[in-house]
């Protein structure tokens, strides 16, 4: 809801002051914003129809938490805390030189063909690698890349 305008519509999962296409289902009458929210000073009808139904008006009294008492115990609290300041370790990574790996035009043409006989073009990569025309032998990920970079090109 678009509590300025007074607008109801179906919120975009990703932004929610946003409608997705065809989301609106309406507008709020005139005279239900008449009130408005002493915080932000827009149209508030839930105070309007406060105005129509005083006996939904509820006094609730503040939640007081105790002196010294807490909503967790202080292990918990503690233990949650230095797991979020557990300082980041950088793990050393061997990296593979692409070039390294070697490319047959038969590989280059069997993916050609994966992705010719595919029912539903385009192939995925997952596709590719889990075809069975492949045979025993499945590609690594690295390699198939690569291949399919060279095909690309």
């Not at 073009?121 to 060279?150: D, H, Q, T, Y």
């Amino acid at each position: 809801m678009n509590v300025a305008s007074g607008e109801y519509f179906k919120a975009n999962p990703n932004n929610f002051g946003e409608p997705v296409s065809g989301g609106n289902l309406g507008m709020i009458p005139e005279w239900l914003k008449t009130h408005l929210h002493p915080g932000n000073g827009q149209p508030d009808p839930a105070r309007t129809l406060l105005q129509f139904f005083p006996e939904l008006v509820q006094q609730h009294e503040r939640a007081v938490i105790p002196r010294g008492e807490k909503i967790a115990p202080s292990d918990a609290v503690n233990h949650l805390e230095s797991i979020f300041s557990k300082p980041y370790q950088e793990q050393e990574v061997e990296f593979l030189e692409v070039e390294s790996i070697s490319v047959s035009e038969a590989d280059l043409e069997q993916i050609v063909a994966i992705v010719a006989a595919t029912a539903s073009p385009p192939a995925s990569f997952a596709a590719i690698r889990n075809s069975r025309k492949w045979g025993e032998e499945k590609k690594s990920v690295l390699s198939l890349l690569k291949e399919c970079l060279i095909t690309i090109d």
